[in-house]
Nanobody
Framework: QVQLVESGGGLVQAGGSLRLSCAAS????????MGWFRQVPGKERSSVAA????????YHADSVQGRFTISRDNAKNTVYLQMNSLNPEDTAVYYC????????????????????WGQGTQVTVSS
């Protein structure tokens, strides 16, 4: 079991930027596929971005393509989500997730592929 803790959320004006961090403990992340999801209050979680174990394969949802970038630093046991050009539609609770490890070669885009979840961090974008 890997424990994940998100940080970096907050209130930002439209057009601004934030960088979210996901720090892991209990396990090293070197073999884990990682993902970022977000959830608007009262609605289902949706995939934002994903990265494979090494960082060589990445996925970004169409709604954030060109604005958000997922990255990882396995030496620091941390995954990041750089968010630029934020708009009010990006307002959500953002969750970090990890699969069960195993050096899966591709970015994993589906919620069902992940078994480890952080508690989430709130991102609010004002207009």
């Amino acid at each position: 079991q890997v424990q994940l803790v998100e940080s970096g959320g907050g209130l930002v004006q439209a057009g601004g930027s934030l960088r979210l961090s996901c720090a892991a403990s209990g396990r090293t992340l070197s073999s884990y596929a990682m993902g970022w999801f977000r959830q608007v209050p009262g609605k289902e979680r949706s995939s934002v971005a994903a990265v494979n174990w090494s960082g060589s394969s990445r996925y970004h949802a169409d709604s954030v393509q060109g604005r958000f970038t997922i990255s990882r630093d396995n030496a620091k046991n941390t995954v990041y989500l750089q968010m630029n050009s934020l708009n009010p539609e990006d307002t959500a609770v953002y969750y970090c997730a990890a699969d069960n490890g195993g050096y899966y070669p591709s970015a994993r885009r589906f919620e069902s592929e992940y078994t480890n979840w952080g508690q989430g961090t709130q991102v609010t974008v004002s207009s």
